[in-house]
């Protein structure tokens, strides 16, 4: 039955409840990276979904290998939504695809992993990992600001170098917020809050300890009444940050102001702040040499040259093949003297040994005939 392998669901692995639209939205759109399996509870022909509460074996084993980096649960996408469609309805998922898996990271819509990504749990750790690993935007343009700071993201906006690590600290510690650098001041990329040239010279004082800060906050406001289609979206809360740049004390900050209900606390910001980029410094261009009389006589000198020094260089290579090769010479010639004189030693101990031999011999016929006698 249902309820024993409801009961037997890991405790790293949450049963998502369809009916319960909060945690829906959250697990789905928060930013937190989430991976889901599919399952139905209401099977009907051509139903490719397990039952419920069945978990895949891949989804164990890629949940250990991404543990701590992603979080995992099952959901019934067949159930019907508040807005009479199912999940698989709303993000048009294939059932034949098993398992069914959904990445939910970013406040993108839920993306369904690929066939060829769920045949193993090494194939699901290499399509997730890469999409749920934090991130530190690095933003050059009014455009990629917007991405990251506007509709239902809240963003950290700082002056840190890009590779600090702090910021990537910040960014694993709060997956739901965007953190987003600039660069250092002074860069390429400049920022203009649209309340002045230069902040704090035409602000008010409870204005300067929000803008203009190195490090600052910007959230959607709870309260604001939900906006259509087309119309202006809301003011945006702002809350500058004036402390230390370490990770203990922007942890701090960060978690204040997230929690932080009083709206009068933070600076109500119309629209975000104008981002400009200087432009690269383009490379010079090639310019092609003068060919005038002057031009042409300087490379022809220039070639009569390098002539004069590649003959100077084969006469040096030829001067030294004849050293060598009289060197060899002589070589050769003392080999073939030495040779002569052994062969002559050889020779003459030859002829005396043959010598002494022959004398033995005589002396002992000598002696025969002595002693016939």
């Not at 397990?50 to 949940?63: E, G, T, W």
């Not at 960014?171 to 965007?178: I, N």
Request: glycine share 6%.
């Amino acid at each position: 039955p249902d309820w024993y392998w409801k009961a037997r669901l890991p405790d790293d692995i949450v049963d998502i409840d369809v009916t319960d639209t909060a945690k829906l939205k959250r697990v789905l759109f928060s930013g937190e990276p989430w991976l889901l399996q599919c399952y139905s509870g209401i099977p009907h022909v051509g139903q490719h979904l397990p039952r419920p509460y069945r978990v895949d074996p891949i989804l164990m084993q890629s949940l250990a290998n991404m543990r701590g980096l992603i979080k995992a649960g099952v959901v019934d996408c067949e159930a019907m939504l508040p807005s009479n469609k199912s999940l698989v309805e709303k993000f048009g998922l294939v059932r034949r695809t098993q398992p069914l898996m959904l990445l939910a990271s970013g406040f993108k819509k839920p993306q369904q992993l690929p066939s060829n990504a769920v045949s193993s749990a090494y194939t699901v750790t290499a399509w997730v990992k890469p999409k749920a690993e934090p991130k530190v935007w690095k933003v050059s343009t009014q455009k990629s600001l917007q991405g990251a700071c506007s509709g239902p993201k809240t963003c950290l906006l700082t002056r840190l170098p890009p590779d600090s690590t702090v910021l990537e600290q910040l960014a694993r510690e709060f997956r739901t917020l965007e953190v987003v650098t600039l660069g250092e001041e002074g860069g390429r990329v400049s920022l203009a809050w649209g309340r002045g040239q230069e902040v704090g010279e035409t602000l008010e004082p409870e204005e300067q300890k929000h803008l203009g800060r190195r490090i600052s906050i910007i959230r959607p406001d709870p309260n604001a009444p939900p906006t259509k289609k087309g119309q202006r979206p809301a003011p945006r809360l702002l809350r500058g940050f004036d402390g230390e740049e370490d990770f203990p004390s922007i942890e701090r900050f960060i978690k204040g102001s997230m929690g932080e209900e009083d709206a009068s606390q933070f600076f109500a910001l119309e629209k975000l702040p104008a981002v400009s980029a200087k432009p690269k410094a383009a490379k010079p261009k090639a310019t092609k040499p003068v060919d005038d009389a002057e031009s042409q006589a300087k490379r022809a000198k220039a070639r009569a040259a390098a002539r004069a020094r590649e003959e100077e260089a084969r006469a040096a290579r030829e001067a030294a093949r004849a050293e060598q090769a009289e060197l060899e010479a002589k070589q050769d010639e003392e080999s073939q003297r030495r040779r002569e004189q052994l062969r002559r030693q050889r020779m003459a101990a030859e002829e005396e040994a043959a010598t002494r031999s022959l004398i033995e011999e005589v002396d002992e016929d000598e002696d025969e005939d002595e002693d016939e006698i």
